[in-house]
């Protein structure tokens, strides 16, 4: 027994330590800094916009970009103008007040009876600098994040350009009229572009840039002779220049008001006015020395979705975009867009930023297909987050159906256990039917469609595994009915072992996995995904040690040692699952499996120690991460660095946002229900200490182990996952039904 937890935690080391790569060629190199920077915000922009319409010169820049789907999610589902353009600014989440993330004003403009530089200078008790834009919100959104949990600071980016003396602009104003009167005043643009007191050099936010037009949105539209002329202006002047296309934003704030034709036609009416504008801005530009980028820093009204990212000029190569924050090529988030300005100009990202530099793949040129799939990809996007609430409920209202039946059935219904127990094999196939679908265009089948086929391709996978204990029966024993359950065990920890190590394909846009508007995550495992791993790990680990103890052979411990460090590896390593909160829980765990199944106690030394591995092995991970360049960590590596002290804090705000939304998760999540559930069908299993379950267990050696590994995992999980209640309430998902199995085919055996 020692020797295979030896095995286990050298296993878990040594190939933690192995597998330390060196930094990429792209990391490493070296590249000389942009001359300028030109960022083009074009609101609510998406793919499929840009798709519909022939525009001409925004096709030609795409064509030299590197692109992306970006995440605009910052705080809420819904991200506003304000909150856009703060985390762009922030390099972080950012939430704002709006009405104080829109005043912005020119410093000589009337306010409260005097200037806005008057204004400014008391309620920031600093000089305006003689700075063009002044942010009068700015005291109030400092103080409002403050009270977060990210660490946001507003206005990093500005503060880093002046601090390494470049000069940052600003021109737009999305006001709904012409008057510069509150409530109307839409001009958080300025955010983008402000320094910590918020202020912004150069630049124009006045209602002067704007034009009566009696067809627009509000009767206001963009003067593009007047804003060109602002940004020619700005260009000399500035290193650093945001420049909105405000009519975009009024499309949609004026949706509410219009027909959706009415809206369309405006759209497509603002984006041709855009595209032309743009020509006009590139003729300021060398792409040789300089550097465009354009984003859409807030998605449609309506379902969250993704919005543009292109890239293009000094250094970058056409072909896909990536940020080590997402980890995938073709996705990018909002906080990203701050650090990788600042990359552009070779300046270090200061810690309150935690996106990262965006960089190119390269190795294509964009074209029309290339905006076709990602257009395609925002719809499936689309489509998975409105499918996931139905997909979950439906799968949590089955099982308790399942338990509530099977439980009658046991005391009053005996005949019902023969087509009782596969219906409780339909949920262990079900997850991976779920993420098998994300290599198909699911989406095009509808929310019944899609239903049926999670249902029906569960029901005949669990036919399956059913026939094959059937054939392998007669070779096997009473070991034959671990077999159907175990199988679809088994499928599911195959499939999710193979899907990290291929780059978790299957992670993304799967109801079980995670979505890219949620921007919590994009690569490596998700907290569903870790559940059902953690689950699977430890039931076909007890399954297969007991299994083979039926037969009268009993399976080494050693060799569920390995296979349990294969697994932790997998899931922890940076490169593949990435997942610190699944290494902290499945460590234990395996540690409790491996002296349960060798017949040891766990006492409280074998505890610490285990602690103690956990520590030494979450180390080692973090060690492989730390050994690559700052740009290019997972969120390990950074957390470490925040631990260790490289990078100034904020570990403990890190904990206490996790702490915070496993508490929100606890009344809100519908995975919640499933706890009673389970408690009360486990409750009536273990009736009076001699229930069903006790009965199984006796038959089936290594069940109990299992199980209490499956526990010590669930707990952890909680409260170590941002999923909260979710995490153990997914692991249930495997556990009760292969228990349910067990039960209702062993119940009638003397």
């Known amino acids: 027994m020692r ?83 703060g985390s762009l600014g922030a390099g972080n989440r950012m939430a704002v007040i709006e009405e104080d993330a829109a005043l912005a004003l020119p410093n000589t403009a009337p306010f409260e009876g005097d200037t806005a530089d008057d204004v400014f200078q008391r309620r920031c008790g600093c000089s305006s600098n003689g700075a063009a834009v002044l942010q009068l919100g700015m005291p109030r959104l400092t103080r409002r994040n403050a009270d977060l949990l990210y660490g946001t600071v507003p206005g990093s980016l500005g503060q880093a350009l002046a601090d390494a003396g470049r000069t940052a602009a600003v021109v737009g104003n999305a006001d709904e009229s012409l008057s510069g009167d509150l409530p109307t005043i839409n001009r958080q643009v300025a955010l983008a572009a402000v320094d910590d007191a918020g202020r912004v050099p150069v630049g124009n936010v006045s209602h002067d840039i704007l034009m009566k037009d009696p067809t627009a949105p509000f009767g206001v539209r963009d003067d593009p002779v007047k804003k060109i002329d602002a940004a020619r202006q700005a260009w000399r002047a500035a290193d650093f220049l945001v420049f909105e296309m405000s009519d975009l934003y009024r499309v949609e704030a004026y949706r509410v008001e219009a027909s959706d034709l009415a809206i369309e036609q405006a759209r497509n009416a603002a984006l041709e006015r855009a595209d032309a504008m743009l020509g006009e801005l590139l003729k300021l530009v060398d792409l040789d020395r300089d550097r465009v980028i354009v984003v859409g820093p807030t998605s449609p009204l309506g379902p969250a979705q993704l919005t543009v990212w292109a890239m293009a000029g000094h250094g970058v190569e056409p072909g896909w975009a990536r940020s080590p924050t997402t980890r995938r090529a073709g996705y990018v988030t909002m906080p990203d867009v701050g650090p990788t300005v600042l990359d552009s100009f070779g300046i270090a990202v200061p810690n309150p930023m935690n996106g990262t530099a965006v960089r190119s793949v390269g190795g294509f040129r964009p074209d029309a297909g290339t905006v076709t799939g990602l257009a395609d990809r925002n719809t499936l996007t689309v489509f998975r987050d409105r499918a996931t609430a139905p997909v979950s409920v439906l799968f949590i209202v089955f099982q308790i159906l399942v338990y509530f039946v099977a439980a009658y059935s046991l005391r009053r219904f005996p005949a019902a256990r023969r087509w009782l127990a596969p219906l409780t094999l339909i949920t262990l196939a079900q997850p991976s039917i779920a993420f098998a679908s994300a290599f198909f265009r699911y989406d095009r089948l509808g929310l019944p469609g899609y239903l049926t086929a999670f249902f029906g391709l569960g029901a005949l996978l669990a036919w399956l595994a059913l026939e094959a204990g059937r054939r392998l029966g007669p070779k096997l024993g009473t070991a034959a009915t671990l077999v159907p359950p175990l199988l679809l065990i088994g499928l599911t920890e195959v499939v999710l072992l193979i899907d990290v190590v291929i780059g978790a394909p299957m992670q993304l846009d799967t109801v079980f996995g995670y979505s890219p508007t949620v921007a919590g995550r994009f690569s490596g495992y998700g907290n569903l995904a870790f559940g059902l791993l953690a689950a699977a790990t430890m039931i076909l680990a007890s399954g297969a040690w007991g299994g083979r103890v039926l037969r009268g052979k009993a399976a080494p411990t050693a060799a569920v040692a390995a296979f349990l460090a294969l697994v932790v590896i997998l899931d922890g390593m940076p490169s593949w699952g990435s997942d610190v909160g699944g290494v902290l829980a499945l460590v234990p765990a395996s540690g409790v499996l491996v002296l349960l199944l060798g017949g040891k106690r766990v006492n409280w030394l074998r505890l610490v120690l285990l602690g103690a591995a956990t520590v030494v092995v979450i180390g080692s991970f973090a060690l492989v991460d730390l050994a690559r360049p700052p740009e290019s960590r997972t969120h390990l590596g950074r957390l470490a660095a925040k631990l260790f002290g490289q990078e100034g804090g904020g570990a403990g705000q890190v904990i206490l946002r996790k702490l915070n939304a496993n508490i929100n998760i606890l009344t809100s999540s519908v995975w919640t229900w499933v706890i009673p559930a389970a408690v009360l069908f486990l409750s009536f299993l273990l009736w009076r200490g001699t229930g069903p379950l006790q009965r199984l267990e006796r038959r089936l050696p290594g069940l109990r182990a299992g199980l209490v590994a499956a526990l010590v995992a669930g707990g952890l999980g909680f409260a170590l996952n941002d999923s909260g209640v979710a995490v153990p309430a997914v692991m249930l998902a495997v556990v009760l039904p292969y228990v349910t199995f067990l039960v209702l085919a062993t119940a009638e055996d003397p």
């Open 3 to 85: 020797r295979s937890l030896s095995l286990l935690l050298l296993l878990l080391v040594v190939c933690a330590a192995g597998s330390a790569v060196a930094p990429s060629a792209e990391a490493a190199g070296q590249r000389s800094p942009a001359r300028k920077v030109l960022l083009v915000s074009m609101p609510a922009t998406r793919w499929e916009d840009i798709e519909a319409l022939h525009l001409p010169v925004l096709d030609g820049l795409i064509a030299r970009s590197a692109v992306a789907s970006m995440s605009v999610r910052t705080i809420g589902p819904y991200t506003s103008l304000g909150e856009g353009y």
